[in-house]
């Protein structure tokens, strides 16, 4: 059975930090490009950061660049987002996914908020 469960979401005040982790089971990781996604009430899903199977090339959205980290751990099946200077504009529900080669999955979310 494939699993992506996020954790690390909560309610941060503007200027600090979140560390997002994402762990996967029931499918080979490896061979997965993963990415963070983020909704917004009422706007639609976008995506904020993506890092390839090996970890080695990232991609941000230009909204978190400099901000934001993403990162993986092949061997614990973990993906993580290091989230820093968060402002209320980053206030979301994050969504873990993986994107293979024949298959997309997707984690049930995380919700950050960011206050002022």
């Known amino acids: 059975q494939v699993q992506l469960v996020e954790s690390g979401g909560g309610l941060v005040q503007a200027g600090g930090s979140l560390r997002l982790s994402c762990e996967a089971s029931?499918?080979?990781?490896?061979?997965?490009?993963m990415n963070w996604y983020r909704q917004a009430p009422g706007k639609q899903r976008e995506l904020v950061a993506g890092?390839?199977?090996?970890?080695?090339?990232?991609d941000y959205a230009d909204s978190v660049k400099g901000r934001f980290t993403i990162s993986r751990d092949n061997a614990k099946s973990t993906v993580y987002l290091q989230m820093n200077s968060l402002n209320p504009e980053d206030t979301a529900v994050y969504y873990c996914?993986?994107?293979?080669?024949?298959?997309?999955?997707w984690g049930q979310g995380t919700q950050v908020t960011v206050s002022l």
């Open positions: 996914n993986a994107d293979g080669p024949w298959n997309k999955y």
């Open positions: 029931g499918f080979v990781f490896s061979l997965y490009y």
């Open positions: 890092i390839d199977r090996l970890g080695r090339t990232t």
